[in-house]
């Protein structure tokens, strides 16, 4: 019947798909979570399951496949991997109560009980131990632009002002997982995730807030403008949707100033591959080779650091100050490393508790680790300044370690710059004594991760449930005596009593046994025949097992209850606690940088108020490591840029390390902002405001857009934002395109950073014509990478030195990479023709010594446009004769071509 109406089943299912809108609708049935139509077919892809085919709908066969219920995490896991985002609808009452409600042929009520997201997960199981889970949304308001991200996994909230130049910048440093904007708003280019534009109206959001934090004003907060609040309110309402009413953590807002951190944006972080390479791996990044934390806390934030190089000099300094004490102490250092080793992730057992997802043995690891925290703190606590700290209430913190404006007035900043680390740190690892006895004395030693069995209180920690428990022991025993009784009785020695789901406790014997038990007059009930056992149930059997059961639905449902108070009282201290995870991850990421400073003899930087730039021996971590795993040893190499000296023109073969050289500077920069030791000897400079790193072209031909477009895009961004506080590298920028059109525009763009820009440059070319710039930019100098040519074979030295390239080694560099010789003498025979031809007319940059300079010629071209200007504003039209209109045409001609 292709018309028939549909199942009630399928009617149900059908208004939950309709709620669940793109997302995948996990429908439960029993023991699995089945998909339906589109979505099973999708599913079935992704996870490599079986599709099968139910019933009929519109006449068609309905697509269907399923997974376990017990095991969906995994599959989840997948699904959402692959980009998907799933409706979880599970059944919410009994079938016994569907049919108290509607009689014998009730359908199950369901509802979708949570929307699995990737960025508002908080499973374990579904999230990267070291990676921070951000979820992101863009908002705007009264002519702002604003971020809010929160990682709900730990409760971390931030609130970004920006705008729409800077929106790139900020949403490539956090890396969001899912990004939300509104529908038909300018972001929609940005998003994941697009929601309805009332949820990220900024007066409905302000009473959404308060509502979540509980609080009659947001002042407490710090200063919130209308597009913080509407992106803050597009977020809250996205969490509230997909956890369908219960909010996850969320701690108060932190309020980011676009300031306060180093400007990179998205081409360079993608260029410098800061915490991923350009294919999108932790592995080969700079955060890979510097990360040498314990645990997840600590790398989530020194990736966050390590994004984020800060701007404000006593901070860094604070930072910079931990580091070298643990640094210089190794065994402070390693005992410090080994206790953080074996403490668990509070902060993300925390966001399952706060989030409902929690279970006892998330309770267990904040007992555990808060105790290890408070006698890390002991052991620390000597290390503190004596006076005049006084522990802060752990309570008083509650907002004002979250709002900027009160961190820095009132905890961590002093009249002379801010509180030494440890002295902020220590008394946050404290403050959790009775929680800690608490949980100590509730919860037994390793609690599971699932509630479902109970056995998780402690013994002794309620004497009613003490009792419950021997009764339930003393009924086992019981069983068991009865088992003894009941094969003497029968004289079956195979004679077994068994438990399971269906029957509960009942004798089994072999087949063959049965005979005896069978009899009318036994004492025994036949329940269930199988293949070679048959089941059998007894009185004083039934009464035992009623006992026993009994007893045990008594104990989980105390067990349950004792879990629940616990859970609120922990969560009472959520604030606190979380600032104790915080904590414990700044001292793990300061352990960490120590620990890799001092395996390869890192400096500490020195960071001062002008724009210098001096390093010595500067290396690059990375090329480093891979150079020395090929057995080869890396060069060190200096650089010095100061106010005078401030842009370096590199050139040298290819492969002579020129990027390499270039990189390196801009990652110490980064490192040192960051609060790390850098990979130097010794290493000096002026703070970085922004750091721009642009690669030539040919480098990066998989992107799809024109590559020399982009290449010009970004070199444009440059000009038009780098300030004499900035750090430019430019790598072979121009040679997208022709080399006469490459060289024109390199030479133009040396020019502008050098006259405008005024900024620390690295400039990296294989123009040699360049190099005669340095005749008429004073702060301009000449380097090359060395290399030289031995028995015929190219030796690259990566070494380098000053003054200009005497030559390019280009064939001998093609020579070194294997093309055949046939072809290098050829190209050999071509470049003398050519050579001899540049000695006859000057070469590529001939003429350019008469090129005016660079602002002079700018003013010329001012002048000429001024003088014609000045003709015209001269005029008096209605006066002239039409003979001398036309004379007034030659000259403004004339003086239109300057002449
Ligand atoms: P260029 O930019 O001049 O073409 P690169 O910086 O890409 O050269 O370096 C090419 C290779 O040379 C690197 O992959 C690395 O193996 C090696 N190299 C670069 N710099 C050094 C150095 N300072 N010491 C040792 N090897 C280096």
């Given at each position: 019947m292709a018309d028939a109406a549909p199942t009630p089943m399928m009617t149900q299912y059908l208004a939950l798909k309709a709620e669940a809108g793109d997302c995948l609708l996990f429908y439960r049935m029993g023991d699995f979570f089945e998909l339906f139509f589109d979505d099973a077919r999708i599913a079935s892809g992704v996870l490599d399951i079986a599709l099968t085919a139910r019933g009929e709908h519109d006449g068609e066969k309905i697509p269907m496949c399923g997974v376990p219920a017990h095991a969906a995490v995994g599959y989840l896991q997948r699904l959402i991997k692959a980009g998907h985002r799933v409706a979880i609808a599970d059944q919410i009452e009994t079938p016994a109560e569907a049919k108290k409600r509607a009689g014998s042929k009730a359908l199950v009520a369901r509802a979708i009980i949570r929307v699995v997201t990737a960025g508002t997960l908080t499973e374990e199981a579904l999230l990267d131990a070291r990676t921070a889970n951000w979820c992101v949304a863009i908002g705007e308001a009264a002519g702002g632009v604003a971020i809010a991200a929160a990682d709900v996994s730990t409760g971390r909230f931030e609130l970004v002002e920006t705008d729409a130049g800077g929106l790139s910048a900020e949403l490539a440093r956090l890396g969001g997982v899912e990004v939300l904007a509104s529908e038909a708003s300018a972001f929609e280019q940005y998003a994941t995730v697009l929601r309805p534009r009332g949820e990220f109206d900024s007066t409905a959001a302000e009473a959404r807030l308060k509502r979540v934090y509980g609080v009659a004003t947001l002042d407490g907060f710090g200063q919130l403008s209308r597009a913080g609040l509407a992106a803050a309110g597009g977020l809250v309402a996205y969490l509230d949707h997909t956890a369908k009413g219960s909010l996850p953590f969320l701690r108060p807002p932190r309020i980011g100033n676009a300031g306060e951190a180093m400007a990179i944006d998205a081409a360079t972080r993608e260029s410098l591959e800061l915490t991923q390479t350009q294919q999108g791996q932790r592995k080969g990044s700079l955060l890979d080779a510097v990360d040498r934390t314990v645990t997840g806390a600590g790398a989530r934030l020194l990736a966050g650091d390590i994004g984020a190089p800060l701007m404000d000099r006593a901070t860094i300094e604070a930072r910079l100050d931990l580091v070298q004490r643990l640094h210089d102490d190794g065994a402070l250092r390693e005992s410090l490393r080994a206790t953080l080793r074996s403490l668990p992730d509070i902060g993300r057992a925390l966001g399952r508790l706060v989030a409902g997802r929690g279970g006892p043995r998330d309770l267990g690891q904040l007992r555990d680790g808060l105790d290890g925290a408070w006698l890390l703190a002991e052991r620390l606590a000597p290390l503190t300044s004596p006076s005049p700290v006084r522990p802060e209430p752990v309570e008083g913190r509650e907002h004002g370690e979250s709002s900027r404006a009160r961190a820095s007035t009132s905890s961590a900043r002093t009249e002379g710059g801010v509180r030494p680390l440890l002295d902020q740190l220590v008394p946050r690892l404290q403050g959790h004594g009775a929680l800690i006895d608490l949980l100590k004395r509730a919860l037994v030693p390793t609690p599971p991760?699932?509630?479902?069995?109970?056995?998780?209180i402690a013994e002794g920690y309620d004497a009613a449930l003490d009792d419950l428990r021997d009764i339930g022991a003393g009924g086992r025993r019981a069983i068991a005596a009865l088992e003894a009784e009941y094969r003497t009785r029968t004289g079956t020695s195979t004679l077994k009593i068994r438990h399971n789901g269906v029957l509960g406790y009942h004798v089994e014997v072999p087949a063959k046994a049965a005979d005896p038990l069978m009899a009318g007059d036994s004492g025994f009930t036949h329940r269930q025949t199988l293949a070679g056992v048959v089941r059998f149930n007894a009185p004083e059997l039934h009464e035992l097992a009623m006992k026993v059961t009994q007893a045990g639905s008594h104990a989980l449902a105390a067990e349950a209850a004792h879990l629940e108070e616990l859970t609120q009282t922990a969560l009472a201290g959520r604030e606190a606690i979380a600032a104790t995870a915080d904590a414990l991850g700044r001292l793990d990421v300061a352990a960490g940088l120590a620990e890799r400073a001092a395996e390869d003899g890192w400096a500490r930087p020195t960071l001062v108020d002008h724009a210098c730039f001096e390093i010595e021996g500067g290396r690059h971590p990375v090329v480093e490591a891979a150079v020395q795993r090929s057995g080869e040893r890396f060069v060190a190499n200096d650089c010095s840029l100061s106010e005078t000296s401030r842009l370096w023109l590199v050139t040298g073969p290819n492969m002579g390390g020129k990027s390499t050289f270039l990189r390196q500077n801009a990652l110490i920069a980064v490192l040192a902002q960051a609060g790390s030791y850098v990979p130097a000897t010794r290493a000096e400079l002026g703070l970085v405001d922004k750091l721009f790193s642009r690669v030539g072209a040919s480098d990066n031909l998989a992107r799809g857009r024109s590559t020399f477009m982009v290449e010009m895009v970004e070199t444009a961004a440059i000009l038009a934002q780098a300030t004499p506080q900035s750090f430019v590298i430019l790598d072979e920028v121009g040679r997208g395109t022709s080399t006469y059109d490459g060289l024109a525009i390199a030479w133009a763009v040396v020019e502008a950073i050098h006259e405008d820009n005024r900024c620390r440059c690295l400039f990296a070319t294989h123009y040699h014509e360049l190099t005669r710039l340095a005749e008429r930019c004073d702060a301009l100098t000449l380097h090359h990478v060395r290399a030289r040519e031995w028995k015929g074979d190219l030796v690259l030295l990566h070494e380098v030195t000053e003054?200009?390239?005497?030559?390019?080694y280009g064939l001998a560099v093609a020579r070194l990479a294997g093309l055949p010789p046939s072809t290098i003498a050829r190209a050999k025979s071509v470049l003398a023709k050519l050579e001899a031809g540049r000695a006859k007319t000057g070469g590529l940059a001939a003429g350019l010594d008469d090129l005016p300079l660079f602002a002079a010629a700018i003013e010329a071209e001012e002048e000429g446009s001024d003088a014609v200007r000045a003709e015209l504003d001269s005029l008096d039209i209605d006066a002239l004769t039409p003979r001398e209109a036309l004379d007034v045409l030659y000259r403004l001609k004339r003086l239109a071509h300057n002449d």
């Open positions: 991760i699932d509630a479902s069995d109970g056995g998780y003054g200009p390239a005497d030559r390019s």
